[in-house]
């Protein structure tokens, strides 16, 4: 085999499970496929909006702005929404990218609501992370200084990263995972802010989240690994 056939191959073997059920989907159903995506799509887009008018401005800040200062109940009530509240410091086109390519390729693989469920997860590990760091102080392992506290902390990035780790455990996708973690290690080295540590944070409880998911998938005794005998742990069976 050539060089070119073996990394075709590869590739085959790294994204060809997921990639084969995202286009039979999209195949299948067209857009009805991602409901939930479009509508956060379209949500964020309609935030963006807002946010950027006089009269709008002060109710997206009170509805989905997170700072560590904020008392934890309103973190947590605002943590939801705060999700998809573009980040005013970046490009809204980033977000809505991100949105659309990983929670449509995350909501056929694993289903809206485990979805959901993941995405709000890696936001929460963030936006509580912050407040751990803040205790700890830059001094720390991972700490953060006390003027993060006032850093306005929104946008799906932190989701985005938790939900790409995870379908790639769930199809077997190793060296994209990896890929993944070892960039947002890489982002810390280059540029240690708020907002990469808090991706390290989505990626470390989405990784213990991958390991009950995979202790209970063999305690059942369902293979690991697709095209075996079982289903695949922590995705759904892929469609004939």
């Known amino acids: 085999m050539t060089r070119v056939g073996a990394l075709r191959a590869a590739a085959r073997r790294e994204w060809g499970p997921a990639l084969g059920t995202v286009r039979r989907a999209l195949t299948d159903r067209g857009v009805r496929a991602v409901p939930m995506t479009l509508t956060a799509v379209f ?4 935030i963006q909006v807002v946010q950027n008018q006089s009269w709008g401005f002060r109710t997206v800040q009170d509805l989905g702005a997170v700072q560590a200062e904020d008392p934890v109940w309103l ?5 939801p929404l705060s999700l998809f509240v573009p980040a005013l410091d970046l490009p809204v086109w980033g977000a809505l990218a991100q949105l659309l390519v990983m929670f449509g390729i995350a909501e056929i693989c694993l289903g809206r609501w485990r979805t959901l469920g993941i995405a709000y997860l890696a936001t929460l590990a963030g936006t509580l992370y912050a407040r751990v760091g803040i205790a700890v102080g830059p001094a720390g392992f991972l ?8 850093v ?3 946008g799906p990035s932190a989701a985005v990263v938790g939900l790409a780790v995870y379908v790639c455990h769930a199809y077997r996708a190793w060296f994209t995972g990896a890929l993944v973690i070892v960039t947002m290690v890489v982002e810390i080295v280059f540029k ?3 907002a990469g540590k808090e991706h390290l944070a989505a990626i470390v409880v989405v990784l213990v989240l991958c390991a009950v998911v995979e202790v209970r998938a063999r305690r059942r005794g369902q293979g690991s690994r697709p095209g075996g005998s079982g289903t695949r742990s922590g995705a759904p069976p892929m469609r004939s």
Do not use: E, F, I, K
């Open 143 to 150: 700490g953060l200084p006390a003027s993060d506290a006032q």
């Open 152 to 154: 306005v902390d929104t």
């Open 192 to 194: 240690d802010n708020l």
């Open 75 to 79: 973190a947590l009530l605002r943590t």
């Open 43 to 46: 949500l964020t887009a309609l």
